[in-house]
């Protein structure tokens, strides 16, 4: 129960006769913690494997039918968490994207790795002041008052406010905070608060956490728990503490690595799909994004906020186990000094274009890349005569590859590079910018959100790899994708459109979220912030390509869940019958994808 607060000062005896007969003052509003577990698959949840998740899921709304956003990697969905925008308003295509021209140095290249503190900085002085382009919730919520922060995983937590950069707003905790060269600006009271609650000024590395391992040689054996420890001790005895004194609501994102880092890095399946993202390790790290949850609902009790705190819950994707094994692919059939004999490399795509189209391949920072001679491009690919002026560049992306066909030759370059694709037993999926279609084996880009009104360029072409489940009876559970990553084979891996990568894990509890229900409407990333601000009553903006509000899940109303319908679009057949096929589900005048690719080479597709 929420007590009714009055303005401070003095009150009219007219005021007093209005309170008297039950006039009443606007009810202070609730708090929001936004928890994301990185990586989080929806079916690996259980009362054993995260009793603390399984638990709001079971006494809260249960959000079964939930949906990432394609591609399924974390920056764009994190700024489709922060905006309630899809990735064509948000312009944020991947964790690596093209930023038109080479940043300076140290990147020295056109492509963004968006998972980084100064290169969001550089894009949003090269992208109008706010390369999102759109208003976030925690700058909506900031704007009306509330105090806000953001802690946890470097890269997206600074999405959730990219403007907060100078420690005089939102509070901005990542990976690089303490670094003055490669963190965002902490307020020198925020510091000081830490400092005098015992803690450490500078976030700890990963440790052995971080150790990703060879071809040869297994990777981590532990979970990311001293980092997280970390930002949860900042949370439970800087934050929460604070803003209970403050007096003010707040809201909170707090973003947890695992168990994604963990599944990126474990060790505990070196070259094998078994038990690859399933085995102790990982599992691990599953508990401790739960125990991270447990500690702030307990730390909530303690300070009398749980009553008037929603707890929502989220994961910016699933996850699979990686594969780089083709029977078509050229790049596999070369050697490499760090890569398992028969395996196709990083880089795989544009070597296997810049072949197909004849064309010389650079690394997109510039220098000329020879596969004969055991390379592949490091900071993205550039296919063209002058790397300066490619004709095409690929961003890798994981379980799929962003195509950027910056020259005048677009609308012939993309034929044949579809074609080519389309050859591949790797490819899943295939999409097309609009003004270069239709192309026969390919679907167009606004189909799955990622046209608007980005202000990044956008990709031309996106490839989707082929996923297949290893042999368990859940192939969500055991999904196994090709990607493009330095990850190695059996280690953990995310971004194709098979379900096992979209099929997130969300679920909320909390006084404004009906307590115990079961929701089959499909929602996605893209109606959390939606949702909590109509909670809170704020204003993010025009609505653009955005989500909506779960309505059907809010307490203290009827709202029957809206009615969905199965949508299947199929592209027309590529000469050699290769097609892309989507299914997705529509309601309430939103769409959710739920896959999409090659029938046969896609977990979760329904031809």
Same mark, same amino acid.
């Given at each position: 129960?929420?007590?009714?607060?009055?303005?401070?000062?003095?009150?009219?005896?007219?005021?007093?006769?209005?309170? $008297?007969?039950?006039?009443?003052? $606007?009810?202070?509003?609730?708090?929001?913690?936004?928890?994301?577990?990185?990586?989080?698959?929806?079916?690996?949840?259980?009362?054993?494997?995260?009793?603390?998740?399984?638990?709001?899921?079971?006494?809260?709304?249960?959000?079964? /039918?939930?949906?990432?956003?394609?591609?399924?990697?974390?920056?764009? /969905?994190?700024?489709?968490?922060?905006?309630?925008?899809?990735?064509?308003?948000?312009?944020?295509?991947?964790?690596?994207?093209?930023?038109?021209?080479?940043?300076?140095?140290?990147?020295?290249?056109?492509?963004?790795?968006?998972?980084?503190?100064?290169?969001?900085?550089?894009?949003?002085?090269?992208?109008?002041?706010?390369?999102?382009?759109?208003?976030?919730?925690?700058?909506?919520?900031? $704007?009306?008052?509330?105090?806000?922060?953001?802690?946890?995983?470097?890269?997206?937590? #600074?999405?959730?406010?990219?403007?907060?950069?100078?420690?005089?707003?939102?509070?901005?905790?990542? @990976?690089?905070?303490?670094?003055?060269?490669?963190?965002?600006?902490?307020?020198?009271?925020? $510091?000081?608060?830490?400092? #005098?609650?015992?803690?450490?000024?500078?976030?700890?590395?990963?440790?052995?956490?971080?150790?990703?391992?060879?071809?040869?040689?297994?990777?981590?054996?532990?979970?990311?728990?001293?980092?997280?420890?970390?930002?949860?001790?900042?949370?439970?005895?800087?934050?929460?503490?604070?803003?209970?004194?403050?007096?003010?609501?707040?809201?909170?994102?707090?973003?947890?690595? +695992?168990?994604?880092?963990?599944?990126?890095?474990?060790?505990?399946?070196? &070259?094998?799909?078994?038990?690859?993202?399933?085995?102790?390790?990982?599992?691990?790290?599953?508990?401790?994004?739960?125990?991270?949850?447990?500690?702030?609902?307990?730390?909530?009790?303690?300070?009398?906020? +749980?009553? +008037?705190?929603?707890?929502?819950?989220?994961?910016?994707?699933?996850?699979?186990?990686?594969?780089?094994?083709?029977?078509?692919?050229?790049?596999?059939?070369?050697?490499?000094?760090?890569?398992?004999?028969?395996?196709?490399?990083?880089?795989?795509?544009?070597?296997?274009?810049?072949?197909?189209?004849?064309?010389?391949?650079?690394?997109?920072?510039?220098?000329?890349?020879?596969?004969?001679?055991?390379?592949?491009?490091?900071?993205?690919?550039?296919?063209?005569?002058?790397?300066?002026?490619? @004709?095409?560049?690929?961003?890798? &992306?994981?379980?799929?590859?962003?195509?950027?066909?910056?020259?005048?030759?677009?609308?012939?370059?993309? !034929?044949?590079?579809?074609?080519?694709?389309?050859?591949?037993?790797?490819?899943?999926?295939?999409?097309?910018?609009?003004?270069?279609?239709?192309?026969?084996? #390919?679907?167009?880009?606004?189909?799955?959100?990622?046209?608007?009104?980005?202000?990044?360029?956008?990709?031309?072409?996106?490839?989707?790899?082929?996923?297949? #489940?290893?042999?368990? @009876?859940?192939?969500?559970?055991?999904?196994?994708?090709?990607?493009?990553?330095?990850?190695?084979?059996?280690?953990?891996?995310?971004?194709?459109?098979? !379900?096992?990568?979209?099929?997130?894990?969300?679920?909320?509890?909390?006084?404004?979220? !009906?307590?115990?229900?079961?929701?089959?409407?499909?929602?996605?990333?893209?109606?959390?912030?939606?949702?909590?601000?109509?909670?809170?009553?704020? @204003?993010?903006?025009?609505?653009?390509?955005?989500?909506?509000?779960?309505?059907?899940?809010?307490?203290?109303?009827?709202?029957?869940?809206?009615?969905?319908?199965?949508?299947?679009?199929?592209?027309?057949?590529?000469?050699?019958?290769?097609?892309?096929?989507?299914? !997705?589900?529509?309601?309430?005048?939103?769409?959710?994808?739920?896959?999409?690719?090659?029938?046969?080479?896609?977990?979760?597709?329904?031809?």
């Amino acid at each position: 129960m929420i007590s009714s607060k009055y303005r401070a000062g003095a009150m009219t005896a007219l005021a007093l006769v209005m309170a $008297a007969v039950g006039s009443r003052a $606007a009810a202070a509003p609730h708090n929001v913690i936004l928890f994301v577990a990185d990586g989080l698959r929806s079916r690996i949840v259980t009362p054993q494997t995260a009793p603390a998740l399984a638990e709001v899921r079971a006494r809260g709304v249960d959000f079964r /039918n939930s949906h990432s956003i394609y591609p399924t990697v974390t920056t764009p /969905n994190a700024s489709v968490i922060a905006t309630g925008h899809l990735v064509g308003d948000t312009g944020d295509f991947g964790n690596t994207i093209y930023g038109g021209q080479p940043f300076p140095a140290p990147y020295g290249s056109p492509m963004a790795p968006v998972e980084d503190d100064v290169m969001l900085g550089l894009l949003n002085e090269r992208f109008g002041g706010n390369y999102l382009g759109h208003t976030s919730l925690l700058q909506a919520a900031r $704007a009306k008052g509330f105090a806000t922060v953001a802690l946890g995983k470097l890269g997206p937590i #600074a999405i959730q406010d990219v403007t907060a950069r100078d420690g005089t707003g939102t509070i901005v905790i990542d @990976d690089a905070t303490g670094s003055p060269e490669r963190g965002v600006k902490l307020a020198p009271e925020i $510091a000081a608060a830490i400092k #005098a609650a015992g803690l450490p000024t500078t976030a700890p590395s990963r440790g052995p956490n971080g150790q990703a391992g060879a071809y040869d040689k297994a990777g981590a054996l532990v979970a990311n728990v001293e980092q997280q420890n970390w930002f949860l001790a900042v949370a439970t005895r800087v934050l929460l503490p604070r803003f209970k004194a403050e007096g003010k609501p707040f809201v909170m994102v707090f973003w947890s690595r +695992d168990p994604d880092g963990t599944q990126h890095n474990q060790g505990d399946s070196l &070259n094998t799909f078994t038990p690859g993202i399933n085995g102790p390790t990982t599992m691990a790290a599953i508990r401790n994004a739960s125990d991270d949850l447990a500690a702030l609902r307990a730390s909530l009790r303690a300070l009398g906020l +749980d009553k +008037d705190t929603d707890i929502v819950v989220t994961a910016d994707h699933g996850f699979s186990t990686l594969s780089r094994e083709s029977q078509t692919s050229g790049s596999a059939r070369l050697r490499y000094p760090d890569v398992k004999p028969g395996l196709m490399p990083p880089g795989f795509l544009a070597i296997d274009l810049a072949e197909a189209l004849g064309l010389p391949l650079h690394d997109a920072a510039g220098p000329a890349v020879d596969p004969r001679s055991g390379a592949y491009p490091k900071r993205g690919a550039a296919l063209g005569r002058d790397a300066a002026h490619p @004709d095409v560049l690929v961003a890798a &992306n994981g379980g799929s590859d962003l195509i950027y066909l910056p020259g005048p030759d677009a609308p012939a370059l993309a !034929r044949r590079i579809v074609e080519a694709v389309s050859r591949q037993d790797y490819a899943g999926a295939i999409f097309v910018r609009d003004d270069l279609g239709p192309i026969p084996g #390919a679907l167009s880009t606004s189909q799955i959100g990622l046209a608007g009104s980005a202000r990044t360029p956008t990709p031309a072409i996106v490839v989707g790899f082929r996923s297949f #489940a290893s042999g368990c @009876d859940d192939p969500e559970i055991c999904g196994v994708e090709v990607a493009d990553s330095d990850q190695q084979q059996g280690q953990g891996i995310h971004g194709s459109f098979g !379900r096992q990568d979209t099929h997130n894990f969300m679920a909320a509890v909390g006084p404004d979220f !009906r307590a115990g229900f079961v929701d089959p409407a499909p929602v996605s990333n893209a109606d959390l912030a939606i949702t909590l601000a109509h909670i809170l009553e704020l @204003d993010l903006g025009p609505k653009g390509h955005s989500g909506r509000v779960m309505a059907e899940a809010l307490s203290g109303r009827d709202v029957a869940p809206p009615a969905s319908q199965a949508v299947t679009v199929r592209s027309a057949p590529a000469a050699n019958g290769f097609m892309t096929v989507l299914n !997705r589900q529509d309601a309430a005048g939103a769409s959710y994808f739920d896959a999409a690719g090659m029938p046969g080479r896609t977990i979760g597709l329904k031809p």
